[in-house]
């Protein structure tokens, strides 16, 4: 496999980069508008027609810069989604509410104690949809929230009756749906490699931060980087950053589940760990709320908890 970006991959990456840079009020907006929320929406309704590789080069741009929009819940567990197993029908009614009105489309899979279960244990039947979810990213600004159930993965309006939403957590006590069919498997896979594209972003954002910091800190009269126990320990982060960027690449490209769980496992165990370490050789100023290392740390933490954490995912490495 070639871990280059192509050309037109590159040339996302750099417009979500100077869009992400700008100092923006609303950059969910900005990024609307400069085209990069309709990567994936079909040609015909005025999208790129991309697809999974591309929407991961802007997550994972989203995530080096740890900015709080909901591109993770937006593109990867709605848009793509609803681009591969969606009716024509269905996408006319859904796409244009991230491409024209930048509004926010979100997925709910894991419920709990079982995060992106196989097998949901929410039930959809006659009288609607039952059940809890949890870990919902941006569950109260979304628009849509595509559910999965026993019966399949269904698109639900929040604003209609049988659903509410509190701190992540949707519940279903009747609630009505349209069918995404076929979606059951891919949704989940689709989760994993966003998950991952944004949690690679963000240890290579810590890291360049972390760099430039014991780059020109002085203790002692020399900077932090010409000591030996600082230059491990970034070299340290490195490694974990280099590793997780082929290995959320790789699941991108290929969407294979083995791919996609080895991804996922380094996500849950290493991303906290070094950004903890970059923490680390912050020292204090990496506690200050005016300075962007806490959004990483806030970034990394919540990434984990959506996969299910270490031992969630080194179960899912040793059943395969």
């Given at each position: 496999?070639d871990?280059?970006?192509?050309?037109?991959?590159?040339?996302?990456?750099?417009?979500?980069?100077?869009?992400?840079?700008?100092?923006?009020?609303?950059p969910?907006k900005?990024?609307?508008?400069?085209?990069?929320?309709a990567?994936?929406?079909?040609?015909?309704?005025?999208?790129d027609?991309?697809?999974?590789?591309?929407?991961?080069?802007?997550?994972?741009e989203?995530?080096?810069?740890?900015?709080?929009?909901?591109?993770?819940?937006?593109?990867?567990?709605?848009?793509?989604p609803?681009?591969?197993?969606?009716?024509a029908?269905q996408?006319?009614?859904?796409?244009?509410?991230?491409?024209?009105?930048h509004?926010?489309?979100t997925a709910?899979l894991?419920?709990?104690?079982?995060?992106?279960?196989?097998?949901?244990e929410?039930?959809a039947?006659?009288?609607?949809?039952?059940g809890?979810k949890?870990?919902?990213?941006?569950?109260?600004?979304?628009?849509?929230?595509?559910?999965?159930?026993?019966?399949?993965?269904?698109?639900v309006?929040?604003?209609?009756?049988g659903?509410?939403?509190?701190?992540?957590?949707?519940r279903?006590?009747?609630?009505?749906?349209e069918?995404?069919?076929g979606?059951?498997?891919?949704?989940?896979?689709?989760?994993?490699?966003g998950?991952?594209?944004v949690?690679?972003?963000?240890?290579?954002?810590a890291?360049?931060?972390?760099?430039?910091?014991?780059?020109?800190?002085?203790?002692?009269?020399?900077?932090?980087?010409?000591?030996?126990?600082?230059a491990?320990?970034?070299?340290?982060?490195?490694?974990?950053?280099?590793?997780?960027?082929?290995?959320?690449?790789?699941?991108?490209?290929?969407?294979d589940?083995?791919?996609?769980?080895?991804?996922?496992?380094?996500?849950?165990a290493?991303t906290?760990?070094?950004?903890?370490t970059?923490?680390?050789?912050?020292?204090?100023?990496?506690?200050?709320?005016?300075?962007?290392?806490?959004?990483?740390?806030?970034?990394?933490?919540?990434?984990?908890?959506?996969?299910?954490?270490?031992?969630?995912?080194l179960?899912?490495?040793?059943?395969?």
């Open positions: 496999m871990f280059q970006l192509d050309e037109t991959q590159r040339e996302i990456a750099t417009l979500a980069a100077d869009v992400l840079g700008r100092e923006s009020a609303t969910w900005a990024l609307g508008e400069a085209g990069l929320l990567l994936a929406v079909p040609e015909r309704l005025g999208g027609g991309f697809g999974v590789l591309e929407t991961a080069v802007l997550l994972t989203v995530g080096r810069r740890a900015v709080d929009v909901p591109a993770l819940a937006t593109l990867a567990l709605g848009v793509l609803i681009v591969r197993y969606g009716t029908e996408q006319d009614a859904l796409l244009p509410l991230v491409t024209e009105q509004g926010v489309l709910a894991s419920e709990p104690s079982r995060p992106l279960p196989a097998e949901p929410t039930t039947g006659p009288d609607g949809i039952f809890v949890i870990n919902v990213p941006y569950a109260a600004e979304a628009s849509r929230i595509l559910v999965s159930t026993n019966r399949g993965v269904f698109v309006d929040p604003a209609r009756p659903v509410s939403t509190s701190d992540g957590t949707v279903l006590e009747g609630a009505r749906g069918l995404l069919e979606a059951e498997d891919g949704i989940r896979r689709f989760a994993l490699a998950a991952c594209a949690a690679d972003g963000v240890l290579a954002g890291l360049d931060l972390t760099v430039k910091h014991v780059g020109t800190r002085h203790q002692f009269g020399k900077p932090l980087a010409t000591f030996q126990a600082a491990l320990l970034v070299a340290d982060v490195y490694i974990a950053s280099r590793t997780l960027h082929l290995a959320a690449l790789t699941a991108a490209w290929s969407l589940d083995n791919d996609l769980d080895t991804a996922a496992y380094w996500l849950a290493e906290l760990p070094a950004v903890h970059c923490h680390h050789l912050h020292g204090g100023l990496g506690l200050d709320i005016t300075y962007p290392m806490h959004r990483y740390y806030g970034v990394a933490k919540e990434l984990t908890r959506f996969v299910g954490g270490v031992e969630h995912r179960g899912a490495l040793d059943v395969h």
